[in-house]
Antibody, heavy 123, light 108 residues
Framework: EVQLVQSGAEVKKPGESLKISCKGS????????VAWVRQMPGKGLEWMGI????????TYSPSFQGHVTISADRSISTAYLQWSSLKASDTAMYYC????????????????WGQGTLVTVSS | SSELTQDPAVSVALGQTGRITCQGD??????ASWYQQKPGQAPVLVIF???NRPSGIPDRFSGSSSGNTASLTITGAQAEDEADYYC???????????FGTGTKVTVL
């Protein structure tokens, strides 16, 4: 069974750093792109970026480029999302999700999702 | 980058048919995928590709696409289908992906 298990909820102060994780199991972690998705309180889903664990090739949404860092350690089947200096506006639920591709490069979808990590930033 | 636009809310009577649409330029190049999200839960994939359902998704969910518009249809809506629904597509500009604005489905 494919599973993505995320680290637990975090409460941080503005300016602090944070790294949350997403551990994959039940499949070849290195062979599938893993994306991060933000959901602010009461709002919709926002695609943040994506990483290919085999070679750590990473692409960011322009909205998040420079604000977060996505990384992966394929030896422990884990992807990460990190901030160097949190802001109150980073308060949100963060999901990781596995990307699949099929049907000749016109079909892309996120077939497995982590349970989410709630990040609260407050002074 | 591309945007995907959805109607904010759709109501459907119990047992009847409801349709959610998703519009965006990227849908001329890529199929949409659809996700159901219930309160307090992670999103769940319900439709991908031309009209494919993952294992465990009821066959009352179906998808279609024409031009720059993708649609998710619920035929014979059930109370448990009440949720937020999001479309997603690869962006035409590269290895980027974009979610739709989301549709809240109410089953009356």
């Amino acid at each position: 069974e494919v599973q993505l298990v995320q680290s637990g909820a975090e409460v941080k102060k503005p300016g602090e750093s944070l790294k949350i994780s997403c551990k994959g199991s039940g499949y070849s972690f290195s062979s599938y792109w893993v994306a991060w998705v933000r959901q602010m309180p009461g709002k919709g889903l926002e695609w943040m970026g994506i990483i290919y664990p085999r070679d750590s090739d990473t692409t960011y949404s322009p909205s998040f480029q420079g604000h977060v860092t996505i990384s992966a350690d394929r030896s422990i089947s884990t992807a990460y999302l990190q901030w160097s200096s949190l802001k109150a506006s980073d308060t949100a639920m963060y999901y990781c999700a596995r990307l699949r591709e099929s049907f000749g490069g016109v079909t892309y979808y996120f077939d497995s999702w982590g349970q989410g990590t709630l990040v609260t930033v407050s002074s | 980058s591309s945007e995907l636009t959805q109607d904010p809310a759709v109501s459907v009577a119990l047992g009847q048919t409801g349709r959610i649409t998703c519009q965006g330029d990227s849908l001329r190049s890529y199929y949409a995928s659809w996700y159901q999200q219930k309160p307090g839960q992670a999103p769940v994939l319900v439709i991908f590709g031309k009209n494919n359902r993952p294992s465990g998704i009821p066959d009352r969910f179906s998808g279609s696409s024409s031009g720059n518009t993708a649609s998710l249809t619920i035929t014979g809506a059930q109370a448990e289908d009440e949720a937020d629904y999001y479309c997603n597509s690869r962006d035409s500009s590269g290895n980027h992906y974009v979610f739709g604005t989301g549709t809240k489905v109410t089953v009356l």
